[in-house]
């Protein structure tokens, strides 16, 4: 049996983390709770948003080194 293990510093990692942050937080009672919640999601969205840039930067970097191809290109 394998066990698949994603990194906890990867985007999918952060994705995770924050949907489930907000669903927690959209739950939560307790004001103190809700507090630490939102806390915790700010910063897990913030860290998102720089991988997500990060990831943006080096697709770009692909397309422009091996551009893609149009179908109607003879």
Known sequence: MTV?????YSVKMFRY????LSR???QAK???CRVNLALQ???AAT????????EAQKLQQVSSIHPVSSSTES
Do not use: N, T
Not at 4 to 8: F, G, H, T, V, Y
Not at 17 to 20: E, G, S
């Open 4 to 8: 698949k293990a994603i990194p906890s």
């Open 17 to 20: 983390r924050v949907h489930c």
């Open 24 to 26: 927690d937080l959209w």
């Open 30 to 32: 307790d004001p103190v």
């Open 41 to 43: 999601l700010a910063d």
């Open 47 to 54: 860290s998102l948003a720089r991988l997500e840039v990060l």
